[in-house]
């Protein structure tokens, strides 16, 4: 019966371990997105700075399970290289060093609970605040605080063994520091981190299991090891059914790892004498309690240098080691152009929109980058008649395709997004994308009529007038400056300035409409009008218009989301039916 309360004391606590942690994580996501997006930015420089990104990134979201699952992520979607990934993930396993000292300073040389209580007190009146921040501080208060509860009770709970003989003597035997002793601990190691996924909760338990005496130095080192190989794990599963570069970066982890925790290995006991060598006391001479109560700072201590070593190893081969991986694991994924692809990438515990948001954006600017190169290409058939206008249409068609998927894909994204966020923040910038989206898509569908039109006149054999095709040359370009002003501000909110600027766009387009519609109505009146012709012209005004507006409820859009205040909405011109 004894035995059974013990376990489930143990499991609770690593249960509160683990739900603090991911509190924790999740409240410094949001509190730190923006300022870890600026972070993210220097990703694509030199491999100093990419491994400094990972240090930074998993000291900041308190998880290098999370950064590599994001590093995964962006690389899938093309955001990043493989050579830039992995100097990020080689930053990551030292940015998640700190978990350990956190433990292994906090956790067993002072009462945890009082800090806990404390941290979770402090976080109750910021949980009720209208201000959205001081309710992500409140989270990570309340992570810290049930993470260091968990910690004490894990520490509590661990049953004294001092006077079970069988125990010792099983344990003694494993920590004989033999190959196969070494090898048999690695491999528990692994197969504890792969089963909780994260080894900053297997480094917790490590470590209390170290103080309260139950490891020796030999296999809580071996432990440590085992833990580095485990952590992979996550990477792995997210990688699964993602891109050819996702795979990559993730088995770039994996062998990384892994080539690491062999070496150390190898060279267990040198690695051991020099962590030894620049720890304050020298751990080997002590035993009993002084070994225990010592052990946790040599451990973290040991799990800092080892990933730092290992890190040194690796930095100068980064770019060939990126393209050995490019070898071992050939693209094999054979993609039509006119396709769009946009695989989700995710992972247990680390499931948060924050990770996703800048391939989400990225994605957004690229499609509406899509509808001004299609509006460009438009304008380049303008009164012509000597052109391939079916090559035209064929490709018009393709990208209008091409921008549907991208729509249909990318909004689902969002709408599960919407549905696993807990922040309104993120949900009201979700769902102004997806209004965002739909509009595009409507620009890149009035591009299409608008060179279907091109054909009906070039197959009745029209051509403007030089005093109406001026006129129209003029309004398209001031279209095309409205849609090259909204591609240059995607993702942004406004300055009052840049909207007033956005109105007079649409002002500007609205009297050019009436302008040139009039035009049409007093040429219509004319005895000899071409009533075909000028309907064709009519149609082209209405279509260019749409586009104006498309874009001013695009720029409307991310005001409402981003800056959290009611807009009233323009009332939206009947689109075209599809």
């Known amino acids: 019966m004894n035995l059974v309360i013990v376990f ?6 690593l249960g509160l371990f683990l739900y603090g942690m991911k509190l924790l994580s999740e409240g410094l996501q949001k509190a730190a997105g923006v300022r870890m997006k600026r972070i993210l930015n220097f ?4 491999h100093f700075v990419a491994v400094i990104t990972g240090i930074l990134v998993t000291v900041i979201i308190q998880s290098s399970s999370a950064t590599t699952v994001m590093v995964v992520s962006f690389v899938n979607a093309g955001l990043i290289s493989l050579s830039a990934s992995i100097g990020v993930i ?36 910021l949980m009720f605040s209208k201000k959205m921040k001081y309710r992500d501080i409140a989270d990570i208060l309340l992570g810290f605080g049930i993470l260091f509860l968990g910690i004490n009770f894990m520490k509590n709970s661990m049953p004294d063994i001092s006077s079970n003989v069988g125990i010792l003597s099983f344990l003694n035997s494993l920590n004989s ?31 209390t299991l170290a103080y309260q005496g139950w490891l020796g130095v030999n296999m809580a080192c071996a432990l440590v090891i085992g833990q580095n190989i485990g952590t992979t794990i996550t990477a792995y599963l997210a990688s699964l059914g993602a891109s050819t570069n996702a795979k990559r970066s993730a088995w770039a982890h994996i062998i990384f790892n892994v080539s690491g925790s062999v070496l150390a290995v190898v060279f267990f006991k040198p690695l051991m004498n020099f962590v030894n060598l620049i720890t304050p006391t020298d751990i080997f001479a ?13 451990l973290a201590l040991f799990h800092t240098t080892f990933n730092v070593l290992n890190t040194l190893l690796f930095f100068p081969f980064i770019d060939k080691y990126a393209r050995i991986i490019e070898r071992l694991i050939p693209d094999t994924q054979i993609y039509d152009d006119n396709t769009y692809h946009f695989t989700y990438v995710g992972a247990a515990f680390m499931d948060t929109p924050e990770l996703y948001m800048i391939a989400i954006r990225d994605e957004t600017k690229k499609m509406a980058n899509l509808a001004s190169q299609m509006f460009t290409k438009y304008r380049e058939t303008f009164n012509k008649k000597d052109i391939e206008i079916e090559e035209y249409i064929t490709w018009f068609r393709q990208k209008e395709e ?5 729509q249909e894909q990318l909004s689902s994204f969002c709408v599960k997004l919407i549905q696993d966020t807990q922040t309104p923040t993120n949900a009201a910038v979700l769902s102004s994308i997806i209004r965002v989206l739909d ?12 060179i279907i039109l091109t054909k009906r006149r070039i197959s009745q054999g029209w051509s403007f007038t030089d005093e109406s095709a001026k006129d129209l040359i003029a309004y398209q370009m001031l279209v095309q400056s409205f849609l090259d002003f909204i591609c240059q501000h995607m993702n942004q909110s406004l300055s009052h300035e840049q909207m007033a600027e956005a109105n007079d766009y649409e002002s500007q387009i609205d009297g050019w409409r009436n302008i040139l519609t009039s035009e049409v109505q007093s ?9 075909k012709q000028e309907l064709v012209v009519l149609e082209k005004i209405r279509h260019l218009e749409h586009i104006g507006d498309y874009c001013i409820n695009i720029a409307e859009a991310y005001n409402q989301a981003i800056k959290h205040t009611p807009v009233l909405q323009r009332v939206k011109k009947e689109k075209i039916a599809r």
């Open 8 to 13: 489930f004391q143990i499991a609770g606590s």
């Open 439 to 450: 509009e595009i898509e409507s620009i890149t569908d009035s591009c299409l009529n608008l």
């Open 90 to 125: 080689l930053g990551a396993n030292i940015g998640t060093t700190i978990t350990s000292w956190i433990v292994a300073l906090l956790g067993f040389k002072m009462d945890i609970s009082i800090l806990a209580l404390f941290s979770i007190a402090f976080s109750i009146p």
């Open 177 to 207: 520091g033999s190959i196969f002793t070494i090898i048999i601990c690695v491999i528990i190691g692994v197969v504890l981190t792969v089963l909780v996924q994260s080894s900053s909760t297997t480094m917790a338990i490590t470590l």
């Open 43 to 46: 990703m694509t420089g030199n």
């Open 402 to 406: 091409y921008a549907d998927q991208m």
């Open 523 to 531: 040429r219509l009146t004319q005895d000899k009008a071409e009533v």
């Open 286 to 298: 002590l035993s009993g309690t002084a070994l225990s109560s010592s052990l946790p700072f040599y």
